[in-house]
């Protein structure tokens, strides 16, 4: 059974950071692309980044890029988001998403193409 389990949010200033993790079992980890989602109040599900299993690539949405950081430990089977400078409107609950490998490659922006989740954490940013 697949797990995949957030922490690290909670609340800071605008301007602060925030390091969330996401650690993953059931499956080989190694071979999941691993990406961020976040959805605020009101709001659809959005990507925010991914990490791809095969060659590392990383992608990020225009509004994070600059600001927050994909990666992975495979030894750890966990994947982090260090999310810097942040603004009042990263406020939203992150959820941590895995892809294996079968699933193929691209369109790595839809929620619809990760078949895992986890269950969420908090981040609120104040101003």
């Known amino acids: 059974q697949v797990q995949l389990v957030e922490s690290g949010g909670g609340l800071v200033q605008a301007g602060g950071s925030l390091r969330l993790s996401c650690a993953f079992s059931g499956r080989t980890f190694s071979t999941q692309s691993m990406a961020w989602f976040r959805q605020a109040p009101g709001k659809e599900r959005e990507f925010v980044a991914v990490k791809v299993w095969s060659d590392g690539s990383t992608y990020y949405a225009d509004s994070v890029k600059g600001r927050f950081i994909i990666s992975r430990d495979n030894a750890k089977n966990t994947v982090y988001l260090q999310m810097n400078a942040l603004k009042p409107e990263d406020t939203a609950l992150y959820y941590c998403?895995?892809?294996?490998?079968?699933?193929?490659?691209?369109?790595?922006?839809?929620?619809?193409?990760?078949?895992?989740w986890g269950q969420g954490t908090q981040v609120t940013v104040s101003s």
């Open positions: 998403a895995a892809r294996p490998s079968a699933y193929g490659t691209g369109n790595y922006y839809a929620r619809t193409a990760y078949p895992y």
